[in-house]
């Protein structure tokens, strides 16, 4: 059962708002859904083109399987049965980027239908319906400059995927939840990068609003949004719009709205037509699409553990909390990364939880801030200097007391730039720990004879049971040796030695 929709509480609580999503996902094919063309972004303008993707009289498409295998995948992860025939229309319509005016799509029978998804996360949990994930070519680009238009054709034929939900979401942060996952959820299958500043991720909203047990009311879409936090923003200023309208007594137009985002509102930028205005019929140079039964399960085997299910496994098997879960799984490559670590250190010898603290910790922090800092993407962890085994290596190394927190961070940065293992970056440095007690004890002596002052009033405090002071003091004399041994001394030795001195030992 889906969940009852509820009465929106952005405007006036008298309406019930509905709200269905037309996302469109760039697939990472090779070449373009019907020619061999380059599929890239960022080529110079008109340059990955052909006469099949300029439209020429007489051309014929020729349906890449890449893509028909990409879009299953994605209907697949969103529960939506494939069919047992599934075809191409062409869509009619005029457009100064589709030469052809028309668009090859699906219609009929698009490669995935009746789908579902679980929303969880920011307090909100609901099945969403999935009507339909259909494949398409995508139009070109026209850039505007003062008074003139230029056309670039490059991504005119482009594999496009386009999902398409039922009107069961109610708010804007709904809608910006639903474009998180699916983007996680495409980036995790390797289908598409859900880059939204680039469009190879691109959001169209269709919402209305009407009195409860109404249903739908009239239909505005939203387009030009280009992020999940805009959609969240669009929505909400449309429903406050429209509720403010029937409030007034006034009718909303079913229209097509552009987001401003300069302006943080809504603006008209056409009448909404509707699907038989594109007069769709059968493409005659593609045949019918029968995927039989070695296709589906090509299909089958390339799926993956979508993040949703892995941050549920990784709650339940490694005790973490929902956050960490949660960042940890933002990547698939970054979650691969972790239990694979977590596993090595296990086989290293270090207990399972304190494994996992150790990964969990440098992965969040001190990795993450590399990475941050380096400009190299969490999804890039899988060619990573820092592999799982190496950063494993130190951890056991650290926990063992073989080298110190501060050497072993240094060492981290070395293994990163020189690309060798962590053992072998330690020898050649020399910045194997300190342990032995007569080592460690001279250097404490010269630190004694140079700071009598700071021991004298460490004794003091010792004696009137200052314990802050003392605190205070330990630390900054255990620094002192700690630098003269180049952070080697094993801090818990030398902070014995400092003491014993107090106390007369």
């Known amino acids: 059962m889906f969940d009852a929709p509820h009465t929106n509480t952005i405007t006036t609580k008298k309406y019930q708002s509905f709200i269905g999503l037309e996302v469109h996902i760039h697939l990472l094919t090779k070449t373009k859904v019907f020619c061999g063309c380059r599929s890239a972004f960022g080529d110079e303008p008109n340059t990955n083109v052909c006469p099949v993707c300029l439209?020429?009289?007489?051309?014929?498409?020729?349906?890449?399987?890449?893509?028909?295998?990409?879009?299953?995948?994605?209907?697949?992860?969103?529960?939506?049965?494939?069919?047992?025939?599934?075809?191409?229309e062409r869509k009619q319509y005029f457009y100064p980027d589709m030469t052809k005016n028309y668009q090859i799509s699906q219609f009929a029978s698009p490669l995935g239908q009746d789908g579902w998804v679980e929303l969880e996360g920011k307090g909100i949990k609901k099945k969403i319906r999935i009507k339909e994930c259909h494949l398409e070519e995508d139009a070109g680009k026209m850039i505007h400059t003062g008074t003139a238009s230029l056309l670039d054709y490059n991504r005119a034929g482009v594999s496009l995927l386009e999902i398409v939900t039922e009107p069961d979401m109610e708010t804007g942060e709904e809608a910006e939840l639903f474009i998180q996952q699916l983007r996680r959820t495409v980036r995790y299958l390797g289908v598409c990068d859900g880059n939204m500043e680039e469009g190879s991720l691109r959001a169209d909203a269709n919402v209305s609003i009407n009195l409860p047990g109404k249903g739908l009311g009239r239909k505005v879409e939203i387009k030009n949004l280009n992020s999940s936090r805009f959609v969240k923003l669009g929505l909400n200023y449309e429903i406050q719009r429209q509720g403010e309208m029937l409030d007034q007594g006034k009718t909303v137009v079913q229209e097509t709205r552009l987001w401003n985002e300069n302006r943080d509102e809504t603006a008209p930028m056409r009448t909404k037509e509707n699907a038989q205005d594109y007069r769709y019929f059968p493409e005659p140079d593609l045949p019918v699409f029968s995927p039989d039964v070695a296709f589906l399960k090509s299909v089958d085997d390339a799926l993956v553990e979508l993040p949703l299910k892995r941050v549920g496994r990784l709650l339940a098997d490694y005790g973490l909390t929902e956050e960490q879960a949660d960042l940890i799984c933002e990547e698939k490559a970054q979650a691969d990364y972790f239990e694979a670590a977590v596993k090595d250190a296990v086989a290293k010898g270090l207990p399972h939880r304190d494994a996992v603290g150790r990964v969990t910790n440098w992965l969040l922090s001190d990795i993450k801030h590399i990475l941050h800092r380096d400009g190299i993407s969490t999804a890039e962890l899988g060619s990573f200097k820092l592999t799982p085994k190496r950063l494993t290596s130190l951890l056991v190394l650290i926990a063992k007391g073989a080298v110190s927190g501060k050497n072993g961070k240094q060492t981290m940065e070395a293994v990163i730039t020189e690309d060798k293992d962590p053992e072998a970056i330690i020898k050649e440095r020399g910045w194997e720990q300190i342990t032995d007690p007569a080592k460690i004890a001279e250097v404490v002596q010269s630190v004694y004879a140079a700071e009598a002052a700071s021991f004298t009033e460490l004794r003091d405090a010792t004696t009137q049971d200052n314990t802050k002071r003392v605190r205070t003091l330990t630390t900054y004399l255990v620094g002192k040796v700690l630098a003269a041994t180049g952070g080697r001394a094993d801090p818990k030795v030398v902070g014995e030695q400092i003491r014993g001195l107090i106390q007369g030992k």
């Open 55 to 88: 439209g020429y009289p007489g051309v014929l498409p020729a349906l890449n399987i890449e893509a028909m295998h990409m879009g299953c995948m994605v209907a697949k992860a969103l529960n939506c049965r494939i069919p047992e025939k599934t075809w191409f």
